[in-house]
């Protein structure tokens, strides 16, 4: 991808989501790289945050290159251990941070001072409920962190 933003997330039974990573211009996505080197099914799906340009590489290509070329082996590898630890710090903030305190970084990551989206669409991304981000935001209001308004969240 040379222009564009990619949500990779991964679908629960439920239909919950949550978001695994963001791909930025120039970065090869974990799990269609796999998927294309092992023929291993996907552990997630990917969505586009907006327009995005690229290339399409056939997998038979990149079988070839990543067996032939030892830079294109360590760009793997090193891509692989850059999304482990984001793994890694995914679980550790699912489990040593409450949700609150995820809500807030989320915010912040966006560095926006108006926010437009829904409280569904940021549960999707933190792997919760609505109605849990609808509570917490109406908690931040009433703190004078932020102001609400239909499908816009305004930072103070």
């Known amino acids: 991808m040379t222009k564009g933003t990619v949500r990779v997330y991964r679908q629960h039974e439920s239909g ?4 695994l990573y963001y791909l930025q211009p120039f970065e090869q ?3 269609n790289l796999s998927g294309g080197l092992s023929n291993i099914l996907a552990i997630g799906s990917a969505i586009t945050e907006d327009e995005v340009e690229g290339y399409y590489i056939d997998s038979n ?13 360590y760009y ?6 850059t999304r482990l630890d984001s793994m890694a710090n995914l679980i550790e903030d699912l489990r ?3 949700i ?8 912040e990551l966006q560095n926006e001072k108006v926010i437009t989206v829904t409280h569904d ?9 609505r109605e849990i981000i609808s509570r917490i935001l109406k908690s931040f209001e009433e703190k004078a962190i932020l102001k609400l308004s ?3 969240i305004e930072l103070l």
């Open 76 to 81: 793997v590898l090193e891509l692989f251990a």
């Open 16 to 19: 919950k989501e949550i978001t």
């Open 61 to 73: 290509i990149i079988k070839e290159i990543f067996f032939k070329e030892e830079a294109f082996r």
């Open 29 to 31: 996505c974990n799990v």
């Open 96 to 98: 040593f941070k409450n």
């Open 100 to 107: 609150d305190e995820r809500l807030l970084e989320w915010l």
């Open 121 to 129: 669409n940021i549960a999707s991304h933190l792997g919760t409920s």
């Open 150 to 152: 239909r499908g816009k």
